[in-house]
């Protein structure tokens, strides 16, 4: 699976949109990108994936660059229950491959 | 809809005596995964199932460390003579074959004095 490169920590103001970018200039046609957090002593919670197309939901929003060298995951309306560390993983399609999870960047919202 | 559950939640042992860990994975998921997390590392891979079959196990961290999911539902992580570097988060994830997003549980956190 490509690695990934995430800035180390960002901060955010509460109610602002928090942009966390995410480097994956290896990854392959076949390699979707997904994005976890973890707020601090729970497992890691699914947030959205995508393959070339930004993505939608109720939690957030993806945008994969045309090249699909990089991605930002967009928190729209950042909360206090926001600050997490978030991964972004680059993985084969349909693969049943486990996780490789690097350092993730840690989001702090401020109030 | 449930999530992954893992118990216990917190285990403290002695250093030399076994532990075990249990996971039950979301309804009718094929693939049960384990993970380690030290502190402030990201989780890392141990082993995974595909219904009962453990299709990899060699990154299991030594042979104290076993794995089992004789059912195909729920598994259970067991630690031989405990030692303290295996203080950590112990994390399980299941997932359902075609979709492969992995959702997790809330860890068993132990300690080893």
């Known amino acids: 699976d490509a690695k990934t490169t995430q800035p180390p920590s960002m901060d955010c103001a509460e109610g602002r949109a928090a942009n966390l970018p995410c480097n994956h200039s290896?990854?392959?046609?076949?390699?979707?990108v997904y994005w976890y957090r973890q707020i601090h002593s729970q497992g890691p919670q699914y947030i959205i994936h995508?393959?070339?197309n930004n993505e939608t939901n109720e939690m957030a929003s993806l945008i994969i660059t045309e090249d699909r060298k990089s991605s930002t995951l967009i928190l729209p309306h950042a909360t206090l229950r926001d600050t997490a560390v978030y991964y972004c993983?680059?993985?084969?399609?349909?693969?049943?491959?486990?996780?490789?999870f690097g350092s993730g960047t840690q989001l702090t919202v401020l109030p | 809809d449930t999530g992954v559950s893992q118990n216990p939640r917190h285990k403290i042992t002695k250093r030399g005596q076994n532990v075990t860990f249990r996971c039950d994975p979301i309804?009718?998921?094929?693939?049960l995964y384990w993970y380690r997390q030290t502190l402030g590392q990201g989780p890392e891979f141990l082993t995974y199932?595909?219904?009962?079959?453990?299709?990899?196990k060699s990154r299991l961290l030594s042979d104290r460390f076993s794995a089992e999911r004789p059912k195909g539902s729920f598994s259970t992580l067991e630690i031989q003579r405990t030692e303290q570097g295996d203080s950590a988060m112990y994390l399980c994830?299941?997932?359902?074959?075609?979709?492969?997003?992995?959702?997790f549980g809330p860890g068993t956190r132990l300690l080893v004095l």
């Open positions: 995508g393959l070339k």
């Open positions: 994830a299941s997932s359902l074959i075609g979709s492969e997003t992995q959702y």
């Open positions: 993983i680059v993985r084969v399609a349909g693969s049943a491959r486990q996780l490789t």
């Open positions: 199932f595909q219904n009962e079959a453990q299709l990899e």
């Open positions: 290896t990854i392959s046609g076949n390699e979707y």
């Open positions: 309804s009718e998921h094929n693939r």
